[in-house]
């Protein structure tokens, strides 16, 4: 047997890619970026409602601290009076001098000594009058007064000193009086704060309850502002769909019909329409000024012949017949708003019936008329005004519509000054649509030279 040669060795494996490492999850915390965010939008809100908003949300914790703080003075006052009864033990000291140094007087086993320095004793106490608390108060509680006592007390005899000592004890007398009335009263003005502290309850709750709602309120003012404002939006995008889906149809008819027209001539009227039907999409798609262009119309005006917008009604179908003057009808008008409410208005007549539809240009009382007749059954008296409103459509149709043009041409119509209106054809059947211009608003037209 033949020896079988050596295995050649296994080249080593690359090695393994190394997965990226993944970035760690930033370390923020979403509540502190929630509230960094709401503090960048407090920059944006006007000083003024700042303040406003500020001031209604700390109102609560005024009224509620200045209630309090004027209920809670007399209760204060009572706890200070109270703390300082004991002030009132020196009417007592001031009867015990008194009766101390009359005593002296009639012991005859008393020194001279004793009986002057009890006299002195009593002097002292009938002498400093910042001693007695309230005493002010306490000598109209009674016919008892400091100041006579001091003086009976000068004439040092016995029996003006029994007089003394007698008055002294109803001065004292008129001082429980005094503190029988101070706790009467510091009793009514805890009841008063009781009082106070349920009412600011009550009028706190009250206060909380309407700040709550007009917080409330003003959410669902703001809501429903901003579901007007979607809902503008939504028609406006509505409208803008339903003016371009004519020049888009017309620019695919044109492009087909390129393919198959070989004549230079031809080809060139093909490519002018197609230009003029890109135009228009441009001029309904613009997606800054779709506001001035459905909803708030903004006008560029212009003085145009108003033939030209006619020229093209229809789109070459053979039920559209045109009868325009032999004169130019010059007027200032927004050309492109002028087409779109002929071909609104002819394309309604070819969706609503199967007959003929006459387009014709005229005066009219010195203002340019635009009527599109149709040869259908009309439209309803009760609903010849509802069908200019959005998204309503006609009782009937050939095709399926978005109830959106006819309010276009009012729109369109009111701009220039003038209206649309729909007429019962006098002389036989049929419905007409006539629209009538005038001279634009200036607030809401653009001149262009």
């Known amino acids: 047997m033949t020896p079988s040669s050596p295995r050649s060795p296994t080249p080593p494996a690359p090695p393994a890619p190394t997965p990226p490492i993944a970035a760690p999850p930033s370390s923020a915390p979403r509540g502190l970026t929630h509230w960094l965010h709401q503090l960048h939008l407090l920059h944006t809100v006007p000083r003024g409602v700042l303040l406003r908003e500020v001031c209604l949300a700390a109102l609560p914790l005024l009224l509620s601290f200045s209630l309090l703080t004027l209920s809670a003075l007399p209760a204060f006052h009572a706890i200070q009076v ?50 007695f608390v309230a005493l002010r108060e306490i000598e109209t509680f009674g016919d008892a007064t400091l100041n006579h006592i001091n003086q009976l007390m000068g004439t040092n005899t016995l029996q003006s000193v029994g007089q003394a000592a007698q008055e002294a004890s109803l001065l004292n007398a008129q001082t429980n009086s005094y503190l029988s009335f101070v706790a009467s ?6 009841g008063v704060m009781r009082l106070a502290l349920l009412g600011t309850a009550v009028l706190t709750g009250f206060l909380s309850m309407a700040l709550i709602g007009r917080a409330l309120w003003l959410w669902r003012a703001e809501r429903e502002r901003q579901l007007r404002r979607d809902a503008r939006q939504r028609e406006a995008l509505s409208m803008a769909s339903h003016e371009l889906r004519r020049p888009l149809q017309k620019l695919l008819l ?18 002018t329409q197609i230009e003029e039907s890109a135009a228009q999409i441009a001029s309904r798609a613009d997606l800054s000024r779709l506001n001035d262009l459905y909803l708030d119309v903004t006008l560029k005006l212009a003085c145009r012949d108003l033939r030209s917008a006619l020229h093209g009604a229809g789109s070459g179908n053979t039920r559209v017949r045109v009868h325009l003057p032999d004169a130019p009808l010059t007027w200032l008008v927004d050309i492109d708003r002028v087409r779109q409410m002929v071909e609104n208005l002819v394309e309604n007549a070819l969706k609503y019936t199967f007959g003929p539809v006459e387009v014709t240009l005229d005066m009219q009382d010195g203002q340019p008329r635009i009527q599109v007749r149709d040869f259908g059954e009309g439209v309803p008296v009760s609903l010849q005004e509802r069908v200019f409103m959005p998204f309503e459509r006609g009782p009937r149709g050939l095709v399926q519509g978005q109830g959106l043009g006819l309010s276009l041409v009012r729109r369109y119509a009111r701009a220039h000054g003038g209206d649309v ?3 019962k054809c006098p002389e036989g059947p049929g419905m007409v649509a006539a629209v009538t211009l005038g001279h634009p608003d200036s607030a809401l037209a653009s001149t262009r030279l």
């Open 82 to 131: 109270g703390r300082g009864r004991q002030g009132f033990y020196s009417y007592q000291v001031l009867v015990q001098d008194i009766q101390a140094y009359r005593i002296a007087l009639m012991d005859h086993q008393a020194s001279p000594q004793d009986r002057r320095e009890a006299y002195q004793r009593a002097l002292s106490s009938t002498r400093t009058p910042g001693q």
């Open 185 to 190: 009263r510091n009793v009514q003005a805890l």
């Open 254 to 271: 044109l492009s087909d019909l390129l393919r198959q027209v070989e004549c230079p001539e031809e080809r060139q009227q093909l490519l």
């Open 421 to 423: 209106t729909l007429i």
